[in-house]
């Protein structure tokens, strides 16, 4: 199977995981804290997995760590809302919601890069949405 699959997979499997902890975190603690926690114990396995690998920490290009910083200030503000949203109500709606992300990333995508989006990837989006509509209401 292709790398990136199986690597996606286990991110997807993974992810799966947080938001059923994550949900039941928040039943009993604030959604900040309960963030913190989870993002601090994220931040060692990322740790533990750059020193394994040997990954070089700053890379050859300086900008890329204002966009890493952007993308943590952005990670930051979604996982607060994600959380808060988690201890509002139905963990399945907060869920399946916030995991639309990737209709914004690719929206981004076209716009920023102009890359011209396929027939078939407006017909995905299409499809994501109203599937997350049915699962959401």
Known sequence: MNQV???ALVGAIAWGFWA???DVATRSMAPEVAMIVSY???IGVAGVYVWYRGTELLGNDPT???F???AGVASGVGAVAYYSALQAGSAGIATTITAMYFVVAAALGFLVFGD???VSDLAGIAAAVVAVALIAY
Do not use: K, N
């Open 5 to 7: 699959v199986v690597l």
């Open 20 to 22: 059923l902890f994550a």
């Open 40 to 42: 601090s114990v994220a």
């Open 64 to 66: 890329a760590l204002w």
């Open 68 to 70: 890493a910083g952007l």
């Open 116 to 118: 011209a989006p396929e």
